[in-house]
């Protein structure tokens, strides 16, 4: 596709704006929000998980995992930037009031280009929402690879928007996926393998992003590990696996995950992480949360599970007046016809481009700082609420409507 067919596209899937693709940097975006140098190539992967428990069913299969992978590229002579991806609205197959409806948008990363062979990469692994996609967070996936990631976001099985099914299989599955995922890249990653990516990331410095549903996998992989209460939740003890103090559980722990960043992460509210487990959390993580948030839970929900995971470096960015909705891409125009599927995207008192330039702004600091050892501090180190003063990165009178708080591991 030419670049000239990408704008004409363009101007068909997205609403008429000076920001065609999603992520591009408003002019009050905060520093860190700007692209990085590099170009960006992305292409899809199908994988299988041998050998699981299909926890609805109740017997082993062979789980798949569709993944989608950014990363740092060299453009071969004629090549432009731009690609389309293919998702869907809904909430799983065969809803009446949300049918899964096929709906298009824009990237600037380029399908299949050959991977940038001047560097070794960290990696980052995203983990959508119940349900979700691995799309649904681009504007940050294609922002982390130009500015030297590679980043590999997986599709949940029987948790994406086309394939939602029971919720046990979320609440097994979603931190197996990653470690799974991890190993895979892992593999791919050494020398010689054959992969497009082989000598080209590195593994030992890996972090883990996760929104929702995602952000209770990245806890659990994390060292956080269930109550008795979330094993209850699931009959016939399958959760177990997954319960603070599990031998088997504390065998999950990679140290090859170096810190975490968890988007409105669900399960304090709710009671799946107690005090013994939120004692196991000890990575760096970056909590990002709206403090209206009716979905997880603020006060009650992600607060509660920040302040329990006390040996554990902990960020906190807090969007007043936010809801649940904080790290996704904007509504796509298809979502207009639906409010329940337009609701799944927007946040009524933010503009959605707006949150992900700040994510971006923030995630870049703390991956950057956690995972190549730069000093991002002062982009780390702020008054706890903007409105106190001006916030290095933001530009006069946009540091507003944010809080952002560090605490040190005990």
């Known amino acids: 596709m030419s670049f000239q067919q990408l704008l004409c596209l363009c101007a068909l899937i997205l609403p008429t704006s ?8 408003r002019p009050d975006a905060p520093d860190l929000a700007a692209p990085g140098e590099l170009h960006i190539g992305v292409r899809t992967e199908h994988l299988t998980h041998h050998n699981q428990l299909d926890i609805l069913a109740g017997h082993p299969y062979d789980r798949p995992l569709q993944v989608e992978i950014w990363y740092p590229a060299t453009l071969a002579k004629g090549q432009q930037p731009g690609t389309v991806y293919t998702d869907v609205l809904g909430a799983g197959a065969n809803d009446p009031k949300r ?21 070794v990469y960290p990696l980052v692994i995203l983990s959508h929402g119940y349900p979700g996609s691995r799309l649904q967070m681009s504007y940050l996936t294609e922002h982390l690879a130009s500015r030297g990631y590679v980043v590999v976001a997986i599709d949940h099985t029987d948790s994406t928007r086309a394939d939602k099914a029971g919720f046990a299989s979320t609440l097994l599955n979603r931190p197996l996926d990653d470690l799974f995922v991890l190993d895979q890249v892992a593999a791919w990653a050494k020398p010689g393998s054959g992969h497009f990516l082989a000598g080209r990331v590195d593994v030992e410095h890996s972090a883990l992003i996760g929104y929702s549903m995602g952000g209770y996998g990245a806890l659990l992989v994390g060292g956080a590990g269930l109550s008795q209460a979330a094993v209850n939740f699931v009959p016939g003890g399958a959760l177990q696996r997954l319960q603070a103090g599990n031998p088997d559980y504390l065998a999950l722990h990679d140290g090859r995950i ?12 709710q009671g799946m992480f107690d005090v013994q487990g939120l004692a196991g959390l000890k990575l760096p993580t970056l909590f990002v949360a709206g403090d209206q948030d009716d979905m997880a839970g603020y006060s009650d929900g992600v607060r509660r599970l920040v302040d329990g995971a006390a040996n554990a470096d902990r960020y906190l960015l807090v969007y007043q007046n936010a809801r649940h909705n904080v790290a996704p891409n904007p509504p796509p125009p298809a979502a207009s016809a639906n409010a329940d599927d337009f609701s799944a995207y927007s946040e009524p008192a933010w503009d959605s481009g707006r949150l992900n330039n700040v994510n971006q702004h923030f995630v870049t600091a703390f991956l950057d700082q956690q995972l190549k050892g730069l000093d991002l501090s002062v982009y780390l180190n702020l008054a706890p609420k903007a409105i106190d003063g001006k916030w290095a990165g933001f530009g006069v009178r946009t540091a507003v409507g944010m809080e952002f708080y560090h605490w040190p591991a005990h």
């Open 18 to 25: 000076a920001f065609a693709i999603y992520g591009d940097a």
């Open 99 to 119: 049918p899964n409806t096929p709906f298009q948008f824009a990237g600037r990363a380029v399908r299949d280009a050959a991977v940038d062979n001047h560097g």
């Open 258 to 269: 170096k810190a975490l960043v968890a988007f409105a992460p669900w399960g304090g509210r």
